[in-house]
């Protein structure tokens, strides 16, 4: 994934595809472990290759599950069927602002238009449990942003979610899955859908078809939403509510954080109200976020921060054991544990993927890990 | 008024008090002129001998009223009946903060205790037509805030002022009105500013008794709301309305400004909403006040930039004729004036009073100054 990935001009072959389906759908391979692998072995394949080898070196007591060749052609298929495409970082469709994030899914699965993916997007979080006013600002908002010229993107959700795909459906609107594409949730959204697919707008998943979405799915797919946006506007949320991950996530992610401001009386506008506390740019009408985001339109897209050079030679058993001893469940930083770990970051990085396959390691938010 | 003024060691004797008086009850001798020529003559009395020829060097056509003797005694009197006195910044019961103000009041006539005036206080104003939602908020912030231990301050109107004040009637609350002690506006708010006072708060004003507030006297009034105060929390404002030109002020004072957000669909919010996007501290609970207030509370009151020195000589024809030509309807930096003039600082600052005396010279804020 170098700087091509962005500009649309990466395509996979099919071998590759359905390479790279089997090298994320294997158990343990989550985007950032699919990039360590990617970037060690060069291909996707060469990296199934090895995998179980990683695996046991980690101290992985039987070896997890790879993904076979027929069961990815199966998806592949499937996904054909349901006019769903899976996509890599690069190429055309993939939305450029979330290819460039360190754990951008390998392989995004969209359906419907993909042009609306490559242009500018704001995303429209908030309460499932919204009052009146709320659902009546978020439409305003995203009409008004969606007339603008910006593509709204949510979660399909009840409430402000929804609002804000009806006011956009005719500018192009994007529904962010926590499941496969097959398995909408909440059920009765499936003729939302259908009309946002059929006004020109698109769904987006990282789910294999027929997972239905779990509750912890939710926090790791608003890490999308975010990830295709410039910016994310919160319009109602509680204290402790999902909209809130969102928003954190959103700022770690570099993008600009917008909410809506309500009375302290109400407990639907505490959250938004103490993101406005913490930085977050007061929101009352598509001007306030569209003069935010104006002047980062104009710059290029950053890339991540590189990663290291492959190591010149693999780990031995001491630097695995050094290593490992250095970890516990406490979360440490990557770069204190290559300090004390007196060798090369490259066999650091090394053990740690072996760990990772071997299901013996946690990856925390801003380059922590712990043992499992 | 050194530096003596803000540690109540300032002690008028009757005499001085009623020459004060006197001087701020004549035409065309504003705070700002009553410093200037306090400055410039030493004392009251020199200044009054002096009014009449400097305001015909100025230009007068006839000469100002200059309040005599009798009537600043008959105030005086009638003062102390109504259990008003007439205190001088830097005397025990003259708000410490305010004290230090280019535009202070040389008198302020206070009602009720005077202790109340000597502690830390918040002003807490808003909409007169305010919601229920507000006047709770503007309740339950007072509340807190005297518990806490604040002073709240407000301008005993309708709506938003009236919950403040009687939310923290037991802590003191302090009346800053627009009009003399007599004339009490809205007048049905004379049991208000009973309860007030009974329960050990207090009532300002620089208006003398007899004094019905005009439109124009509660922009002026409320430079003294937030005069008195560390800060100032606007709890509802709709666009335009007279609470964000007490936060106008309240900024310009350098005072901390708060302000309450509500929904963008809440005309009321929207003056609030507006002071938050341009630096307001967004506030939902006392403790978003104190803690913003607390450093400041620390540091020794800051005093003022202390005025030039007076000049040497007066000035003569050509100083006048010259500075004169330089001024006209468009206000003009004091600090380009002075530099245009080619002469000495006391100099001009001689003939702008002359001027202001004849009552040809406005003074706006910021320094700046224009011919009439």
Redesign the interface.
């Given at each position: 994934m170098d700087s091509s990935d962005i500009s649309g001009n990466v395509h996979l072959s099919d071998a590759q595809r359905i390479d790279w389906l089997r090298l994320i759908r294997s158990d343990h391979v989550g985007p950032l472990t699919f990039r360590s692998l990617l970037k060690h072995f060069g291909s996707a394949r060469t990296a199934l290759e090895r995998l179980p080898d990683l695996a046991r070196r980690g101290g992985a007591s039987r070896p997890g599950r790879i993904c076979g060749e027929q069961e990815a052609e199966a998806e592949f298929e499937a996904c054909k069927k349901l006019g769903v495409s899976l996509l890599a970082p690069g190429e055309a469709g993939y939305p450029p602002r979330l290819s460039v994030l360190d754990d951008a899914p390998p392989l995004l699965a969209v359906r419907g238009a993909t042009d609306v993916l490559m242009r500018p997007v704001i995303a429209i979080v908030g309460s499932r449990n919204a009052s009146g006013?709320g659902l009546?600002?978020a439409g305003t908002l995203a009409h008004d942003l969606s007339d603008a010229g910006f593509v709204i993107a949510s979660g399909l959700a009840r409430g402000i979610d929804q609002a804000a795909h009806r006011a956009s459906l005719s500018g192009g609107t994007v529904a962010v899955l926590a499941g496969g594409h097959d398995r909408i949730y909440p059920p009765e959204h499936e003729d939302l859908l259908a009309g946002i697919l059929q006004a020109g707008g698109a769904a987006i998943s990282e789910m294999p078809l027929g997972h239905a979405p779990r509750a912890r799915d939710f926090p790791r797919r608003n890490r999308l939403i975010s990830g295709v946006a410039l910016g994310v506007v919160v319009v109602e949320a509680a204290h402790r509510s999902g909209s809130l991950i969102t928003a954190r996530i959103a700022a770690e992610q570099g993008r600009e954080v917008f909410a809506?401001?309500?009375?302290?009386?109400?407990p639907r506008?505490?959250g938004t109200?103490d993101l406005?506390?913490q930085g977050a740019t007061?929101?009352?009408?598509a001007a306030?976020v569209i003069n935010a985001v104006e002047p980062i339109m104009g710059r290029p897209i950053e890339l991540g921060e590189p990663d290291g050079e492959p190591p010149a030679h693999d780990p031995d058993a001491s630097d695995r054991t050094r290593i490992t001893g250095l970890l516990g469940p406490s979360p440490i930083g990557l770069d204190d544990l290559i300090r004390m770990a007196g060798t090369s970051p490259a066999i650091v990085r090394t053990v740690l993927l072996e760990l990772e396959l071997a299901g013996r390691l946690e990856r925390h938010g801003g380059g922590l890990v712990s043992l499992i």
């Open positions: 006013a009546k600002f809506v401001p309500g009375s302290p009386l109400d506008a505490a109200n406005i506390k007061l929101t009352t009408c306030d």
